[in-house]
């Protein structure tokens, strides 16, 4: 019987507290989902589509169709479950957990439930049913052999993985494809009619039809024969599939762009802070193609006043345009070695956003005036257009106001004087660093130098001059001042937050530096420049990069939040990113929350929406909310994550290849990482890593001893180390999986001796090795890249 439509609200509507807000989404609104897990709760058992309807006194049609949709989002974002007898109840009521599933190489994975807590481990027979990054909802079964939880899955509400791309293979005449990506350790199933012409070891693109379940494999589709394994370029195509990279621009994107010229429309120019004449300039590496801030900067009676332009990207990509939600997808640009994937297309990203020299561009400006202590006094922000006066390098910059190079100050003579101002603002801004305590840990960069057909020719270490680390102070004074300025204006915006060291790392972290004669000051929550006295203390001693990397790894990774924790690593309170919008989708953000109080000033009365309440405060008219912020946030943490393994495994790719005809050469080299089988070796001179299996250690047992960081021989005590210096050989590139292995030398096997040990004696008998321990090897690690806020 089909019920006839009626706008009369139900009781249940009016005693909904949260009544206002439907309304004003809905034309015919329903109870919110919170009155529906209350209701749930208040009734204590399951409830079917049709009693819930009845007990929120739901007749309309569209009313009930309302309510189908509401709890089938409920079901799909994990707050309620549906049973086979189509009863819903609480998740919360059932003793289930709800979160995203992280795979391990090695087939279990865990399940990292949305409230935190504890992870729920999965054996590997229930990740049989699920694959990474899927949400899925799962029941607690017990506990591991371990003592940790171990889940059960109830239901999938969310596939993260729609495309796999690996190599193809036949094995008894069935095709299948293994993917790339290692936290994907399923075989995909590809029947005949759907090989596409793939050949056997080919690179494909597959399309899952259909998802792994307990039963059976997944099965998919080649839609795409990306080419042979060693073909140049075929590593990054790889890591652009595997990680599921948007590398094609959309049909409305394109659209978008084509009313887009080389040169910024004149009407685009009135109403802006004129700076043409002011001698901006750009100082960027040497081979970089885009240009998105520039600098000037000029003595002042009670200091300095500095001008940090950016490139003006917010007033291009408005919110909403296919261009903004294509933005949001790839959430930063992705930087290969001589290729990059940009987050917005090149005539923005490299014209009319790029600040080249000698042609007008709209700029964002944070103005800033800093005293002789080094204290931001005060800053504004203008809608600006300016005209780069200079193209500069590091190197050029360095020439100049460093070496004093005669030819270089002639050739720029024109902005020579406020490059000297600039970097007499720089030492006070990096003594003010030094005092507040922000950390700086010393690693090395890396660059990879191509030879013919795009092989790598050689790996080079990039030195860092006075020119990067000037750059690297003034994008953190801007990113303060904006940080501060939003602040101010309670203006929703996503921070750039590092929380400081979680309590049981501070506690590991003491243990090993007692064993050292050292310790860290700052009780149970040491600050920043706690961690920054101790480096600075350790400098001269030979242990100090065993010391600098446990350190380290102490500390949490940095990510986007609307909730203002602070930066612990820079030492500042307030802190978020301001200076990339070409290439951070954050930035973009702050960039259009700047815009929306500067325009708001220009007119009290540019108020296009409701007040909206944002964590206690209220911003007028403004297009997020903080809940919006909080999501956007989770997102660009995630693409950046993203990028990051995305470009580690291209380059980890191209070092095993490196390492292919160097099988047996000996290399000097340090121990980064030591695991239960085995030490990992960074080689000096190349800086590729490698795995030392435990099992090649011989004429001892070794036992990890994870509390100081090293492996230890039960009968001599000879011990490898975090940080020691080992000399190996190359013994086996696996280019498949990613994995170089390295065996000791022959004057590097006795090892060090722990002291009280005794040497081993001629003639000691050579154990058997134990069991084999099946490993997590990761291939080798690239050298950390920095961008112009070092540790931000």
């Keep these: ?323 903004d939600k294509e933005a949001l997808v790839r959430g930063n640009s992705v930087y290969f070695p001589e290729r990059v994937i940009p987050m917005l297309p090149e005539i923005l990203s490299n014209g009319l956003c790029s600040l080249n020299p000698e042609v007008d561009r709209l700029c964002m400006v944070c103005e800033m005036y800093i005293n002789q202590e080094g204290k931001i006094t005060r800053s504004s922000f203008h809608e600006a257009l300016m005209r780069s006066h200079a193209r500069l390098t590091y190197d050029q910059v360095a020439a100049m106001v460093v070496d004093n190079h005669a030819g270089t100050r002639k050739q720029f003579a024109a902005v020579v004087p406020h490059l000297e101002e600039l970097y007499r603002l720089y030492h006070v801004l990096r003594k003010v660093r030094e005092q507040r305590g922000a950390i700086d840990f010393e690693t090395t960069e890396t660059r ?58 501070v506690v590991a972290l003491r243990e090993f530096l007692g064993e050292l004669g050292l310790s860290l000051r700052g009780g149970e929550k040491p600050a920043a420049k706690d961690y920054a006295r101790l480096l600075s203390s350790i400098g001269d001693r030979p242990d100090a990069h065993l010391i600098q990397t446990v350190m380290l790894r102490s500390l949490s990774q940095a990510r986007y939040s609307p909730d203002n924790v602070g930066h612990f690593g820079l030492a500042h309170e307030e802190y978020l990113h301001f200076t990339s919008p070409i290439r951070r989708y954050p930035d973009l953000l702050v960039h259009r929350a700047i815009r929306h109080v500067l325009q708001g000033k220009k007119n009290k009365n540019l108020v296009t929406r409701a007040v909206q309440r944002v964590t206690g405060t209220k911003a007028k008219g403004f297009a997020y909310t903080h809940q919006d912020m909080v999501s956007m946030g989770e997102n660009c943490s995630a693409t950046e994550r993203r990028a990051d393994e995305a470009t580690r495994d291209a380059v980890d790719w191209l070092k095993c290849e490196y390492m292919l005809d160097k099988v047996g050469e000996e290399y000097p080299g340090v121990i980064t990482s030591v695991t239960s089988f085995g030490i990992f070796v960074e080689l000096s001179d190349i800086f590729v890593e490698g795995l030392v299996h435990v099992t090649s250690l011989k004429n001892d047992y070794y036992h990890f001893d994870p509390a100081h960081h090293r492996l230890l021989g039960e009968r001599t005590n000879k011990m490898y180390r975090l940080g020691d210096p080992i000399r190996v050989q190359v013994a086996r590139v696996d280019l498949d999986e990613r994995k170089i292995d390295f065996m000791l030398t022959e004057q590097e096997k006795g090892g060090k001796q722990e002291k009280g040990g005794r040497p081993t004696k001629a003639g000691d008998a050579e154990p058997r090795p134990r069991g084999k321990k099946k490993s997590s090897r990761r291939g080798p690690r690239r050298g950390r890249g920095k961008t112009k806020e070092t540790s931000a």
């Design 1 to 323: 019987m089909v019920r006839k439509r009626n706008n009369k609200k139900s009781p249940a509507v009016q005693q909904d507290p949260l009544a206002e807000r439907e309304a004003a989404k809905y034309d015919n609104p329903i109870p919110s989902r919170e009155f529906i897990m209350d209701l749930l709760a208040e009734r204590g058992k399951l409830m079917r589509r049709d009693a819930i309807a009845e007990a929120l006194d739901l007749e309309d049609e569209d009313q009930l169709e309302a309510l189908r949709r509401r709890l089938n989002a409920m079901e799909r974002d994990g707050q309620l479950i549906q049973n086979r007898r189509e009863g819903y109840g609480l998740v919360d009521k059932m003793d289930m957990v709800r979160g995203r599933i992280i795979a391990h190489p090695d087939g279990f994975g865990f399940l990292v439930p949305d409230e935190g807590g504890d992870d729920l481990f999965l054996s590997g027979r229930t990740m049989r049913e699920v694959l990474h990054g899927d949400r899925a909802v799962a029941r607690v079964v017990g506990l591991d052999r371990r003592g940790r939880r171990e889940g059960a899955i109830v239901e999938v509400l969310e596939r993260n993985t729609h495309t796999v791309v690996g190599r193809y293979s036949r094995e008894q005449g069935v095709g299948l494809v293994i993917p790339d990506n290692k936290r994907l350790p399923i075989e995909v199933s590809i029947p005949d009619e759907w090989r596409h012409d793939a050949q056997p070891g080919q690179f494909v693109t597959v399309q899952l039809v259909e998802q792994p379940s307990r039963r059976r494999p997944p099965v998919g589709r080649i839609t795409e024969v990306i080419g042979d394994h060693m073909a140049p370029g075929m590593e990054i195509d790889v890591a652009i599939r595997s990680h599921e990279l948007p590398l094609h621009w959309p049909d409305a994107v394109q659209e978008e762009i084509r009313k887009f010229s080389d040169k910024v429309p004149a009407a685009a120019k009135r109403d802006r802070l004129d700076l043409r004449e002011t001698p901006l300039v750009t100082i960027d590496g040497a081979d970089s193609r885009d240009f998105d801030d520039a600098v000037y900067c000029e003595r002042k009676p009670k200091g300095w006043r500095l001008l940090v332009a950016i490139a003006d990207v917010s007033h291009y990509v408005k919110p909403g345009s296919a261009l």
């Design 448 to 505: 990879i130098v191509f030879g013919s057909e795009r092989k790598i020719d050689r790996i080079v270490p990039v030195q860092r001059n006075d020119a990067h680390k000037i750059i690297e102070e003034c994008m953190i004074a801007a990113n303060v001042a904006t940080a501060r300025f939003l602040g101010r204006n309670k203006i929703p915006t996503l921070y750039r937050v590092h929380e400081g060291p979680k309590q049981e790392k």
